[in-house]
């Protein structure tokens, strides 16, 4: 019985689907590694929610105004409002090859809560990743301090 080339092709070109599939990393909240440079420089993130240990105290938070802009040239700009004083920082931004941490430098820490100290990172885990989310978290002492954004207008 001779093969059929057809099913051949078929078959051939379904298993190579599966193989880019597989390979392709994702956060684990959504988006694809792949294209997070892409992603992440599209737009200014402004902070929309804010989750400490799993609790949401957006509404509790001394800074208003978040923002946080990833250039292509690795600069970070970060501005926000604290006290009634605007804040604005320059950084320095690297997304760690083939992870899913990015590493900030230059910036200084915030003061997020009454209940919680100053608070930074250099290493920041990101969950989420996509045109119009972007969520990252760390962890600061024994405080996990989780980060939604969402594209400013």
Same mark, same amino acid.
């Given at each position: ?6 099913s ?7 298993t ?9 990393k994702r956060f ?10 892409k992603?992440?420089?599209?737009q ?8 400490? #240990?799993?609790? &949401?105290? /957006?509404?509790?938070?001394l ?8 250039n292509? =040239? *690795?600069?970070?700009l ?6 009634? #004083?605007?804040? &604005?920082? /320059? ?9 899913k941490?990015i590493?900030? =430098? *230059?910036v ?14 250099s290493?920041i885990?990101?969950?989420?990743l ?14 996990r301090h989780?980060f939604?954004f969402?594209?400013?207008?």
């Amino acid at each position: 019985m001779k093969p059929n080339t057809k099913s051949m092709k078929k078959i051939v070109f379904f298993t190579l689907i599966l193989v880019g599939l597989s390979s392709c990393k994702r956060f684990d909240e959504g988006g694809f590694v792949n294209s997070a440079d892409k992603n992440l420089t599209r737009q200014t993130w402004v902070l929309d929610t804010y989750l400490r #240990n799993g609790n &949401d105290e /957006t509404s509790q938070l001394l800074i208003s105004g978040f923002e946080e802009t990833f250039n292509e =040239d *690795g600069t970070l700009l970060r501005s926000y409002v604290f006290d009634g #004083n605007q804040m &604005d920082q /320059t950084g320095s931004w690297t997304l760690k090859s083939d992870t899913k941490q990015i590493k900030i =430098d *230059g910036v200084s820490s915030l003061q997020l809560t009454a209940q919680s100290s100053t608070v930074s990172s250099s290493d920041i885990e990101v969950l989420k990743l996509k045109k119009k989310e972007f969520w990252y978290f760390f962890e600061n002492g024994s405080d996990r301090h989780e980060f939604h954004f969402v594209p400013k207008n």
